[in-house]
C-alpha cells in the first residue's frame, strides 16, 4: 500500500466519522432527552442527561384507560397485532402477484404493472374519506383487521415491483428442471422460487412491517377508541396541538423505534441485494 | 415466451365463442351495476330516517335541559300531535322525579323496552354518576364531556333500527353546561321506506342489453367498418341513460329528503313557539337539533351555523353525502373504463383460460388493490365535483378546479407559490439524497475501507427510525430557544467572538427558515434509501472493467462518468422516480416538522390538500386539489419514463 492511499484513507475516515456523528446526533439527543426528567429540552449541547431517570418510560409504559385497563399494553399489542398481520398479507399478496409478473407472459401483465407503479402517486388526502366509507361499508372501522388490510395493500405495490425484478434474476432453468420432475406450478412457487428469494422476502416483510408500525394518520381516523388506537397514535399525541410532553415523547419514541431498528438491522444484510437485484440485471 | 407449464388446463373452446361470451359478461355485469346503483340510490331512505329520529332527539334534549318537565312534556305532545309518524319519545334525569314519555302503538321506545329504561333509571340515580347497563346509552351520555378531551373523539348520540318495524330510534345526552345529568330519546316510524333493490329485473335489463351489445359488437366482425360507430352509440346510449337517471333521481331524492326535513324543522319551531319560548331560544333550540341538518337550517334560515364537532363528527357527515357521491360517479367511471378498457377487459377474460396460473397469482393483490385503492380513488375522483357546507353536498361540476387554478381562494397562499414550493422541495431532496447516497456509497464501496460494515450499519439508521418520530425529534432540534441547532450555533458565535449571539427563529421566522429545517429533515431521512440502492448497483460493476480503464490510463473522474455512472442508471432512475413520487408527496414532515408556517408559506401541495380537508372542512375541494397532484405527478412520471424509459426493462 503507497503512502498517498494511506493518507487517502485516513481522510475518508475522519469524513465518516464526522459524517456518523452528525447523522447519530439527533438520535442521542432524543435518547438523552428520554433520560431526562423535566418535560422540556435539555440547554446543554451534549446529548448526556445530567440525572438519568427511567421516570419517563415508566409514565409511559403505565398508562391506563378512562375505565382502568392497562391502556399502553393493550396499544403495544394492538401495533404488534397490526404490523405481524400486515406482513404476513403483504408477503403472500406481494410474493403471489411478483411471481405472477415475473413468470407468465398474460394480457394485462403490462397494464397492472403499470396500474401499482401508478397508485404510488395517488395523494393520501385523496383516499381518507373513501376509505372510510368503505371500511365502514366492510364493517371494519373500529377494527384492528381494517388497518392490516389497509396497511397490506398500501406497501404491496413497492414489494411487487421489487420482487418482481428479483424473480427476474432467478434462471429459469431450475424451474423447467423441476416440471421435468413432475412438480406442479405451485410446487415450484412454494419449494424452488420462494426459497431463492429469500432476500427479497425479507425486504418485503420489513417493509411491511414499518409501514403499519409507523403510521399514524389513517389510525388515528379509523380508530374511535383509546383502546384500539396503535403506538404511533398515542405518541403522536405526546407532542401534538395542545401539549407538549417532550419527555414522555422520547421516552415512548425509543420503545417504538427499538424493535423496528432491532428488526431492520437484522435483515439489513439483505437490503442492498434484495432492493436491486432486478434492476440492475442489465 | 408463454410459460405454460400446465398446458392441459387450457379449455377446448373456439376463440370466437371465448370473445362472445366475454363482450357479453362484461356488458351485462356493468349495466346490472349501474341500474343496481341507480335503483339503490332511489331506495336507500335509511340514514334519512336515522337523522329524523336524532333530529327530534336532539331538539327534545336542548328543551328539557332548559325548560322543566311540564315544558318537556308540553313539547312532546305538541310535536307530535301532528305527525303520525311520531312512534315514542321519553325523557329521564337525575333524580328520577322527571321520568315521563310518550308512545303511540305497541313499543314504548323501539331500542328500549320499559324495564330498560327503568333500570337503566335506576343505574344512574343510584350511582348519581352516569354509569349504565345499557352501553349505548352510557356512551351517549358521557360522549359529550369525553369530547372534549383533546385527542379523543367519542360518539355523542346513539342511533338504532327496530329490524321488524323500520322503526328508527336515537338517544342523546341531556346537557347543561358541562354536565350531563340525562337523556332524551325519541323513535319514528319510516316516512320514506326503503325501496328492495329488483335485482331480477336488473339482472334481465343487464342480459338484454349485454346480449345486443356483445351482438353488435361482433357483427362489427363482419363489416370492420362499422365498428367505431356501433362503439360509439352503445357507450352514448349508455351515457345518456346513465346521466338521465342519475339527474333524475338526484334531483327527485334529494328535493324529497330536503322538504321533509324542512317540514321537521318548521313542526318543532311552531312546537316550540306554541309553548312560548321567546325567538333566541327558538333559535338557539333549533340549532342544536339541526347539528345534522344544516342543510335544512340554513335553508330556513339563510344561515348555516359553523360547527365543530371534531374530525369523527365530519367525517360522518360526509359518509351519507358520500354514498351519493360514489353511487353517481361509480357509475361514470364505470362506462369511462368500459370505453377505454372494453377490449382490454375482453382480452383478459379471454385470457384466463389460456392462463388460469397467471391470473390465480395476481388476483389475491389485484381484488386487494381494487377495493381498497382503486374504488377509493375512482370515489375521491368524484368527489372533487362536489362542494360541502357540512352535511349538504351540491354538484359544482368543475368549479373547484377552476377556484384551484386561477388561484381565487381568498385569504391564502397561491396555488402556483405552492406549486413552487414543492417542485422546489422534490427537485433539492432529490439532488441531495442522490448525491450524499451516491458519494457515501463511492466511499463505502472501496474493498479495502475498514468498518465499513460498521459505517454502512451506522448510516442507515436514520432509514430505520419512523419518520414521524424523525420529523418530531428535527421540530425539536430547531426550536428557538432549546433546539440543539441554535445552541450549537450560538457556541458558534461566542467562538467567533460576537458578543450577543442571534438565535434563528428556524420554523415562524421566515420562508428561507422554516422550508431550510423541512428540508434538513427529509435529507437526514432520505440519504439511506440512495446509498443502498448505490451501494447494490456499484456492487454489480465488474471491477474488470476498471482494471481495464486503468490499463488505458483513464482518471479516476473518466472512470466515473464513462463506467459507473451509465451502470448506476438502470437502478437508480426507478428508485429517482419512485423517490420523486414519494418526497412529492412527503406529508409527514411538513406536516409535523415547520406544520406549513409561517402564514402557510411552506406548505407543498399535500399538506395544503390537507389543510382544505381538515381546516376547512371542504372534501370535495380537497378531492379535486388530490386530482391536481396526482395529474402532474402522472405527467412527470409519463414524461421522465418517456425520457429515461426507467421502467421500460422491468415491463418486458
Known sequence: MTGKNRVGEIFTHVFLVLFTIVILYPVMWVVAMAFTPQQGFSMSLMPIPEEPTIENFVYVMSTTGSDGSWLFGRQLLNSLVVSGLTTVFGIFLACTAGYAFSRFRFVGRQGGLMMFLVSQMFPGTLMLIPLYVILDALGLLNQLMGLVLVYSTSAIPFCVWMLKGYFDTIPRSLEESAIIDGASQFTIFWKVILPLAKPAIAVTALFSFMTAWNEFILATTFMSQESSYTLPVTLRNYVGEHSTYWGYFAAGAVMVSVPVMALFFALQKFLVGGLTAGAVKG | ?652
Open chain 2, 1 to 652: 415466451m408463454a410459460d405454460r407449464p400446465n398446458a392441459e388446463t387450457h379449455m377446448k373452446l373456439e376463440p370466437w365463442a371465448w370473445t362472445l361470451t366475454a363482450q357479453l359478461a362484461v356488458i351485462a355485469v356493468v349495466v346490472t351495476v349501474i341500474l343496481a346503483f341507480l335503483v339503490a340510490w332511489e331506495g336507500d331512505r335509511s340514514e334519512f330516517e336515522e337523522h329524523r329520529a336524532l333530529f327530534f332527539a336532539r331538539a327534545l334534549g336542548a328543551v328539557s335541559a332548559d325548560q322543566g318537565s311540564d315544558v318537556s312534556r308540553a313539547f312532546i305532545t305538541a310535536t307530535a300531535a301532528k305527525d303520525p309518524s311520531f312512534l315514542s319519545a321519553w325523557v329521564i334525569r337525575d333524580g328520577g322525579e322527571d321520568e315521563f314519555g310518550i308512545s303511540r302503538g305497541q313499543a314504548y321506545d323501539a331500542s328500549m323496552d320499559g324495564d330498560e329504561v327503568g333500570s337503566i333509571l335506576t343505574d344512574l340515580t343510584e350511582s348519581g354518576v352516569h354509569k349504565s347497563r345499557s352501553d349505548r346509552f352510557a356512551r351517549s351520555t358521557s360522549g359529550l364531556a369525553e369530547t372534549q378531551k383533546p385527542g379523543h373523539v367519542a360518539p355523542y348520540f346513539a342511533l338504532d333500527t327496530d329490524e321488524e318495524s323500520g322503526a328508527r330510534s336515537a338517544v342523546v345526552p341531556v346537557v347543561r353546561g358541562a354536565t350531563t345529568f340525562g337523556a332524551a330519546g325519541v323513535s319514528v316510524a319510516p316516512t320514506m321506506p326503503d325501496a328492495p333493490i329488483p335485482w331480477l329485473l336488473l339482472l334481465a335489463i343487464g342480459a338484454v342489453v349485454g346480449v345486443g351489445g356483445a351482438f353488435g359488437l361482433s357483427a362489427v366482425k363482419a363489416r370492420p367498418e362499422l365498428r367505431s360507430k356501433v362503439l360509439v352509440g352503445i357507450i352514448a346510449a349508455a351515457v345518456l341513460g346513465v346521466g338521465l337517471g342519475g339527474w333524475w333521481s338526484y334531483t327527485s331524492s334529494y328535493s324529497g329528503e330536503l322538504g321533509r326535513r324542512v317540514a321537521d324543522v318548521e313542526r318543532v319551531r311552531d312546537a316550540a313557539t306554541s309553548l312560548g319560548l321567546d325567538a333566541p331560544a327558538i333559535a338557539s333550540l333549533l340549532q342544536q337539533a339541526d347539528v345534522s341538518f344544516t342543510g335544512a337550517q340554513g335553508y330556513l334560515t339563510g344561515t348555516a351555523p359553523t360547527l365543530d364537532d371534531g374530525f369523527e363528527a365530519r367525517v360522518q357527515a360526509t359518509h351519507g353525502a358520500g354514498r351519493r357521491v360514489v353511487i353517481f360517479w361509480a357509475a361514470l367511471v364505470l362506462l369511462l373504463g368500459l370505453a377505454i378498457g372494453h377490449r382490454s377487459i375482453v382480452g383478459v377474460v379471454t385470457g384466463i383460460p389460456e392462463q388460469p396460473h397467471a391470473y390465480l397469482y395476481v388476483a389475491p393483490s389485484l381484488i386487494g388493490m381494487v377495493v381498497l385503492v382503486f374504488v377509493p380513488f375512482a370515489f375521491g375522483v368524484g368527489m372533487s365535483a362536489f362542494d360541502n357546507d357540512a352535511r349538504r353536498y351540491y354538484f359544482v361540476g368543475v368549479e373547484n378546479f377552476i377556484e384551484i387554478l386561477t388561484g381565487s381562494r381568498s385569504g391564502d397562499v397561491s396555488f402556483y407559490w405552492t406549486l413552487f414550493v414543492t417542485v422546489l422541495w422534490t427537485g433539492l431532496n432529490i439532488a441531495l439524497h442522490v448525491s450524499i447516497g451516491l458519494g457515501l456509497a463511492l466511499l463505502l464501496k472501496n474493498p479495502m475501507l475498514r468498518f465499513k460494515k460498521a459505517y454502512r450499519v451506522l448510516l442507515i439508521v436514520p432509514w430505520a427510525i419512523p419518520n414521524y418520530i424523525t420529523a418530531l425529534i428535527w421540530k425539536g432540534m430547531f426550536n428557538k430557544e432549546f433546539g440543539a441547532v441554535n445552541l450549537f450555533l450560538e457556541k458558534l458565535q461566542h467562538l467567533a467572538g460576537v458578543a450577543e449571539p442571534t438565535s434563528i427563529d428556524w420554523l415562524g421566522g421566515s420562508f428561507l427558515s422554516a422550508f431550510t429545517a423541512n428540508l434538513v429533515t427529509n435529507t437526514w431521512l432520505g440519504f439511506p434509501f440512495m446509498m443502498v440502492v448505490a451501494l447494490g448497483a456499484l456492487q454489480s460493476i465488474p471491477n474488470e472493467l476498471y482494471e481495464a480503464a486503468e490499463v488505458d490510463g483513464a482518471s479516476r473522474w473518466q472512470q466515473f462518468q464513462t463506467i459507473t455512472l451509465p451502470l448506476l442508471k438502470p437502478a437508480l432512475f426507478p428508485a429517482i422516480i419512485l423517490g420523486t413520487i414519494w418526497t412529492f408527496n412527503m406529508f409527514n414532515i411538513i406536516y409535523l416538522v415547520s406544520g406549513g408556517g409561517p402564514n402557510n408559506s411552506t406548505e407543498i401541495l399535500i399538506t395544503d390538500a390537507y389543510r382544505a380537508f381538515d381546516v376547512l372542512g371542504r372534501y370535495g375541494f380537497a378531492a379535486a386539489y388530490s386530482v391536481v397532484i396526482f395529474a402532474i405527478l402522472l405527467l412527470y412520471t409519463m414524461i421522465t419514463n418517456r425520457i429515461t424509459k426507467a421502467t421500460e426493462g422491468a415491463v418486458e
